[in-house]
């Protein structure tokens, strides 16, 4: 195959999304969220309202989580020995496998990219979201 043909195969293959037209996953009261999935990584709009939380866990996919609106504490480590609150305009980045939970402090959206993708979130296998 020539360079040519490669690339209008990958052009082709190029797909455009608008977030409001994904439907919203409810996944407990007060927490929904919109995905979007390539191979290798995951992008998602999560909708928190206040005091909402998401509870200590860890995964194998590096994590950046960037604050559109609102805010979010995040407790870092095994015993959460960390706390970092990330507002509107701010990202953390989560390394594989480090411990972490958060909680809304105010209605928040905020996105989040995997690598690679969470397979959890996928199948629906994310129960500590579902609680």
Not at 36 to 55: L, N, Q
């Amino acid at each position: 195959m020539n360079t040519a043909t490669k690339n209008v195969l990958e052009a082709v293959n190029a797909k455009h999304y608008r977030w409001e037209d994904l439907p919203a996953e409810p996944l407990k009261e007060g927490l929904t969220r919109r995905l979007i999935t390539s191979e290798r990584m995951m992008i998602a709009h999560v909708h928190f309202k206040k005091g909402i939380d998401v509870p200590r866990h860890s995964h194998e996919n590096e994590q950046i989580t960037y604050i559109l609106e609102g805010s979010l504490k995040f407790l870092l480590g095994a015993d959460g020995e960390r706390e970092v609150i990330v507002r509107a305009g701010e990202v953390l980045v989560i390394p594989s496998f480090l411990p972490h939970s958060a909680v809304a402090l105010e209605d928040t959206l905020d996105m989040d990219v995997f690598n690679p993708p969470r397979q959890d979130w996928l199948a629906g296998t994310d129960s500590y979201l579902r609680r």
